[in-house]
């Protein structure tokens, strides 16, 4: 959403738009909207609405299945076992699927 009004009225949105707030999910998505906004002409950028279709190519990454697989293995084992052996959760699932959807649309640029 914030893409198509981003680029239906660039300028307006951006003197406008002071404070964005989401959470989950959406803080994922206004971090991206940023990165866009910060970007000159960002590497994704191909037709009349670049930030709508950036967004959208980001979002194609899958961020649900491997917090899903981390969930059913690594959360069951790191409940079972002493504190003392910890297997990487949910956390490192989801952050390894942005930094593989970073790097599948050459972002890693913009979120440094």
């Not at 000159?40 to 190519?57: F, Y």
């Amino acid at each position: 959403m914030l893409g198509r009004l981003t680029d239906s009225k660039p300028e307006s949105l951006r003197k406008s738009l002071f404070l964005a707030s989401g959470v989950s999910g959406g803080a994922l998505g206004i971090a991206v909207h940023a990165s866009l906004l910060a970007a000159d002409n960002p590497a994704c950028a191909e037709n009349v609405r670049p930030v709508e279709n950036c967004a959208r190519k980001f979002g194609t990454g899958d961020f649900l299945a491997p917090n899903v697989a981390a969930l059913l293995t690594a959360d069951l084992l790191n409940a079972a076992l002493p504190r003392s052996i910890s297997v990487p959760g949910r956390d490192v699932a989801l952050g390894e699927g942005v930094g593989e959807s970073l790097a599948a649309n050459d972002w890693n640029e913009y979120f440094e």
